[in-house]
């Protein structure tokens, strides 16, 4: 039974609720009365009409008119806009692309597709895209020439540098595929040394591969059978970010952790500040800056001297295991937790567990790498995965086999001199350059070195897509196809355990006057004389040579193609860390903060600065307003902006000896005191009118210090915030 007071209430509500009803009413009967004399003035039409009022025209694409209204179709690809190559599914409707999806059956990926490969055709319909090859005339103007015009000019410039090849780079920011061969056969045939790839730049995975080349003699990333591994420790690591390993590990996560409930893997993660990877992982564990190889040192001690290792790998497939033991003797538990913040009982739980959890993997990347002492870290990971005797066995790491591609026809090298060590290329004599898929007057370290060294160059080629930094100072531009327009194989830099490649087919006709940059280097070298090493009619005919062992009705059909076999690649004997490589990091600055640039997963090819969505998508992960996604910011804890008197938002300068940058300050849990975090990405005096003069380039204050392995390091500075 219902009490009085409560019924009084529920007609006290009935009748309020009526009351509503009745005001309601009221405003719909006087609104369709004003709807006539709203109509009449500007801005004040229905919805409705706004709608109906757009063209039912579509914009024009070069091959619609071959489709049917209505028409649609699904084509296998790859994505491009980063090194993985991720197969992909393009929704293609009347000649256009309207989705991009992941495709099953290609190995880095399994269906899925990351933020940068929805993007792929963001970057296709870009308003700022080269349209066809440009001539410099100086002060900024570029004038349309045909491309005829632009070779001719080209040969003719090269001819007259062939007589000193050495003054001649060729720069081409890939590391797999046949593109890449196909620059590095004409840098072979016009004869210069001069020849650099991805594995070049300051923020590659250079560490990994030279370590990789030391350890086992095999120049590739290691692989990872992370699907059926038991436990995962990452040691500084983007895996759930953007990185080499990142979807493969994002859709192997579920199946480690629940697809076997009595047998649930372990991820943890171990890193100075609390990541985007962190808050993914079972376990976060924080390290001191800079001390990943303490940290490794110690569990590698802790493994031994428990003779937790696999006694007879190490004895037969390994060699200087005495020397690399009796190296990590110093580094007990103590001695680490002092210099890393570890927790000593947390060292030997760690070795423990690894041991007691086979098959299990120690994972470092390319974020994990870019200091000075790089090489060391990398291949400390590669001796504790060697200790744990998880090599070529399942749920372990894996060197992944060759890949039998038909070769094409031998030629001789005419190269003759030394290779000029990048790093010095600004400071060398060389005056012709041809640039593919490189921005150094950006994403390099010192990057006003390259800027004057380019400006001064007496012939510059570019054949990127977009007006990036690197572009604007050329001579000629002959734009290449983006990624969904181009033929091409897809050879993935990523840790997949086993062999595998996409192919890049063009899913829509050329939006415009471009051209495939492996046609442009056939070209001109029939033009300079080589019809002998150039034989081939176009590159896809090049690269369907070199494909000719495979079934390619097959890898068409399903756009990747897997080794059958799927095993791991032979090594005669793996050789531990040589004590003599050991090293601290080296730091530039009288700064009391560490500098610690980072790209988050919106990192594209170029940045990705010019793709509005990736910038929000990078803004909203860090917890800020979309309408600040294109700000740089100074990420710290929250103790140091107490410390400098800083409140969010507030903009500051970021500087040291070499300058400064401006950027905002986010105040961020889990930063260590003596840390600034700065996103990559943001900066570009050019790049189209996105990316243009928004934000800050945290490379314009990094200095030039060489890492082990090379290359520029990244984490070498130490700066100072100053209030504006």
């Known amino acids: 039974m219902i009490s009085l007071k409560r019924r009084n209430n529920i007609d006290d509500k009935r009748e309020g609720k009526a009351k509503v009803d009745l005001k309601k009413r009221e405003l719909i009967k006087n609104s369709i009365k004003l709807a006539p004399i709203l109509s009449l003035i500007p801005g004040c039409s229905s919805c409705e ?18 489709w049917h209204e209505g028409e649609e179709k699904y084509l296998k690809s790859a994505c491009g806009q980063c090194q993985v190559s991720c197969g992909i599914i393009v929704r293609v409707v009347e000649g256009r692309a309207v989705r991009v999806m992941g495709n099953p059956k290609s190995s880095p990926n399994r269906g899925i597709v990351g933020p940068k490969g929805l993007t792929s055709i963001f970057a296709l319909y870009d308003p700022d895209r080269i349209k066809s090859p440009l001539i410099n005339r100086g002060k900024g103007i570029w004038e349309e020439i045909s491309y005829s015009d ?9 001819k007259e540098k062939l007589k000193e090849p050495n003054k001649i780079a060729i720069l081409c920011g890939r590391q797999k595929g046949f593109i890449k061969e196909i620059f590095e056969r004409f840098a072979q045939v016009i004869g210069t040394p001069n020849f650099y790839d991805y594995s070049e730049k300051s923020f590659s995975t250079r560490a990994i591969l030279y370590a990789m080349r030391e350890s086992f003699g095999v120049f590739d990333l290691p692989g990872f059978d992370l699907e059926n591994t038991r436990y995962i420790l990452s040691v500084g690591s983007a895996i759930f970010e953007t990185t080499c390993h990142g979807l493969m590990l994002s859709r192997s996560s579920y199946k480690i952790k629940y697809g076997v409930p009595t047998q649930r893997a372990k991820i943890l993660h171990v890193d100075h500040f609390y990541s985007h990877t962190a808050s993914q992982a079972d376990e976060f564990i924080q390290v001191k800056f800079g001390k990943y190889h303490i940290f490794l040192l110690g569990i590698a001690h802790q493994l031994i001297k428990e003779g937790k290792y696999d006694k007879d790998f190490v004895r037969e497939k390994t060699q200087g295991f005495d020397d690399f033991a009796d190296f990590v003797k110093d580094f007990a538990p103590q001695r680490v937790e002092e210099e890393t913040g570890v927790l000593s009982k947390d060292i030997v739980r760690i070795s423990r567990e690894l041991w007691y959890s086979r098959p299990s993997v120690v994972i470092v990347d390319e974020r994990s790498t870019l200091f000075t002492n790089g090489l060391l870290i990398s291949s400390l990971s590669l001796s504790i995965n060697a200790l744990l005797g998880n090599i070529n066995k399942p749920g372990g790491l894996f060197l992944v086999r060759d890949i039998s591609f038909a070769p094409w026809k031998q030629i001789n090298s005419n190269i003759k001199g030394n290779k000029i060590d990048f790093s010095q290329l600004p400071d060398s004599d060389v005056d012709t350059l041809l640039i593919y898929y490189f921005n150094p007057v950006y994403s390099e370290v010192e990057n006003s070195r390259w800027r004057k060294f380019i400006e001064k160059a007496d012939f510059v080629v570019s054949f990127s897509p977009f007006m990036d930094e690197t572009s604007y100072l050329a001579d000629i531009i002959i734009p290449d196809h ?7 194989d897809a050879q993935s830099l990523s840790s997949i355990p086993y062999a595998g490649f996409g192919l890049r087919k063009p ?10 940059a492996g046609d442009v280097i056939i070209d001109i070298g029939k033009k300079l004389g080589f019809e002998d090493e150039f034989y081939f009619d176009n590159f896809e005919k090049a690269v369907r040579e070199r494909l000719k062992n495979f079934d390619l009705d097959l890898l068409e059909k399903d756009g990747w193609w897997e080794d059958p076999e799927k095993k791991g690649k032979d090594f005669n004997k793996f050789k531990f860390t040589d004590p003599k490589m050991f090293e601290e990091p080296k730091w530039v600055g009288e700064g009391d903060l560490y500098l610690f640039p980072y790209k988050s997963i919106s990192y594209a090819e170029g940045s990705g600065a010019n793709i509005p969505f990736l910038m929000e998508l990078s803004a909203r992960l860090k917890g800020v307003p979309a309408y600040m996604a294109y700000e740089t910011f100074c990420e710290i804890s929250s103790s140091l902006a107490e410390k400098l008197k800083l409140r969010n938002f507030e903009d500051v300068y970021i500087s040291n000896e070499k300058g400064k940058i401006k950027a905002k300050v986010l105040i961020r849990d889990g930063i260590p005191d003596d840390v600034v975090l700065v996103e990559l990405g943001k900066g570009h005096t050019e790049f189209g009118g996105f990316a243009k003069g928004k934000g800050a380039n945290p490379r314009d204050i990094i200095p030039l210090v060489k890492s082990q392995a090379g290359n520029a390091a990244l984490y070498v500075a130490r700066v100072k915030i100053e209030k504006i």
């Open 49 to 66: 009409e706004e709608i109906y009022s757009l063209s039912s025209e579509k914009p024009y694409v070069p091959g619609a008119e071959r």
């Open 507 to 516: 899913v829509v006709t050329p939006l415009f006057n471009t051209k495939n």
């Open 150 to 158: 632009a070779i001719n000019i080209i040969s003719e410039k090269l």
């Open 482 to 488: 983006t990624p969904l327009e181009r033929f091409e």
